[in-house]
């Protein structure tokens, strides 16, 4: 795996980490607008810390991909996932 294809990886790895922390301990306002109803946005949001975390797992997660590809034990090349040769 090259250095682009590497970072692409990650990019895809950290999106797809972000929605999933993004809904984690949000609560919304205590008290919704009178008119409306709508409670708007989470009173605290922390996304500094979210962003934190998600950096973090998707580097973890990130390593762990690199390197079941880089061990050529799951290859599109070689073996049981290897594509048909015509």
Do not use: Q
Request: contains cysteine.
């Amino acid at each position: 795996m090259g250095a682009f294809n590497g970072f692409v990886l990650y990019v895809l790895i950290w999106w797809t980490v972000l929605f999933a922390v993004l809904p984690l301990g949000v609560s919304p306002v205590p008290g919704p607008d009178k008119s409306s109803g709508w409670r708007g946005a989470p009173a605290r949001p922390r996304i500094g810390r979210k962003l934190l975390i998600t950096t973090l797992a998707s580097a973890l997660l990130w390593g762990v991909c690199a390197l079941v590809i880089a061990s050529g034990w799951i290859s599109f090349r070689h073996g049981f996932a290897a594509l048909p040769e015509y």
